[in-house]
């Protein structure tokens, strides 16, 4: 199957984020466009979160891009992986800003999240922790 164009693989993570706080009982409301600096809102009962999504189509991408200082003290951080070439559904890894903080891999120019540091219990579908903060 061919790779989605990049602008997709955003776009198409946070759509599958969005869906899944729906199913969890949460309101959603997206923003569009390319310089956003929040991609989700979202609402349960009286809780009011702000949320960031960065997409990988595939497991063999390593890593999601992020600088160190795009990371927002306001924001939870969900990292989906699209799983593309399986085409099984994505997988979540919930963060919050602190957690996200820490994993960064910032270089010269880019940031990077590595996948590997997120592959746990702690992270992977842990949809509780919006609702915990």
């Keep these: 199957m061919p790779e989605i164009p ?8 946070e759509y599958f984020v969005a869906a899944e706080l729906y199913r969890r009982g949460w309101s959603v409301g997206m923003t569009i466009g390319n310089a956003k600096a929040v991609d989700l809102f979202a609402e349960k009962e009286d809780k009011r979160i702000a949320i960031q999504v960065k997409s990988i189509y ?47 891999k910032q270089y010269t120019t880019r940031g990077i999240i590595d996948l590997s540091s997120l592959n746990s219990d702690e992270f992977r579908n842990n949809w509780g922790k919006l609702e915990k903060e």
């Design 58 to 104: 595939k497991k063999k991408n390593v890593g999601f891009p992020i600088m160190l200082d795009q990371v927002r003290d306001d924001c939870f951080y969900i990292f989906v992986n699209l799983n593309g070439d399986k085409m099984a559904m994505p997988d979540y890894y919930v963060c919050t800003p602190s957690e996200a903080r820490v994993r960064v």
């Design 6 to 13: 990049r602008n997709s693989t955003g776009l198409s993570g």
